[in-house]
T-cell receptor, first 112, second 114 residues
């Protein structure tokens, strides 16, 4: 199974952009890249996903390298409510389409 | 309604007890999941139900017994657990045929085995 590598933790100032990196050098051509985050004392929540092209939604942007071996989750203007563990996840297109291969996660600390 | 509810929020049980965790969703999702999460670790998949049938069992010990009585409910029956089974148990649901397979998670049940 393909794996992801993320920094253990990152700090950022409030109202500044945050770039959360993820390496997935063994990604296969059909693996989707998903990001979820888990706020303290809550279950994980979906943030964004992509396959090859960069993606934007109301929560964040996802920048995917041309060779797909890495990606970056971008929070354009971090707030204190964005403090969470962010997971970079691969989802393969197999019979088990439901399975998410979770990375170890990056704990994002937002400083006021 | 995009909420997945789980009861109870906290559970303390002895190694000889039998208890059940419950999960409910009303989003019309036909895939439901149980995950186990230890402190400072990502969730680990335990079971997947698709159309109320067990489709994935990730080699989970038989002291954990899942049940999906209908498309909205998911139970996890616990019996003769060990202290190392203490963890946060998360339930999730998703559509089956969709490009995103976005999973919606409940807040979890914090289980302590004494």
């Amino acid at each position: 199974d393909a794996k992801t590598t993320q920094p253990n933790s990152m700090e950022s100032n409030e109202e500044e952009p945050v770039h959360l990196p993820c390496n997935h050098s063994t990604i296969s051509g059909t693996d989707y890249i998903h990001w979820y985050r888990q706020l303290p004392s809550q279950g994980p929540e979906y943030v964004i996903h992509g396959l090859t092209s960069n993606v934007n939604n109301r929560m964040a942007s996802l920048a995917i390298a041309e060779d797909r071996k890495s990606s970056t989750l971008i929070l354009h203007r971090a707030t204190l409510r964005d403090a969470a563990v962010y997971y970079c996840i691969l989802r393969g297109m197999t019979d088990s389409n439901y399975q998410l291969i979770w990375g170890a996660g990056t704990k994002l600390i937002i400083k006021p | 309604d995009t909420e997945v509810t789980q009861t109870p929020k906290h559970l303390v049980m002895g190694m000889t007890n039998k208890k059940s965790l419950k999960c409910e969703q009303h989003m019309g999702h036909r895939a439901m999941y149980w995950y186990k999460q230890k402190a400072k670790k990502p969730p680990e998949l335990m079971f997947v139900y698709s159309y109320e049938k067990l489709s994935i069992n990730e080699s989970v010990p038989s002291r954990f017994s899942p049940e999906c009585p209908n498309s909205s409910l998911l139970n996890l029956h616990l019996h003769a657990l060990q202290p190392e089974d203490s963890a946060l148990y998360l339930c999730a649901s998703s559509q089956v045929y969709t490009t995103t397979y976005e999973q919606y998670f409940g807040p979890g049940t914090r289980l302590t085995v004494t």
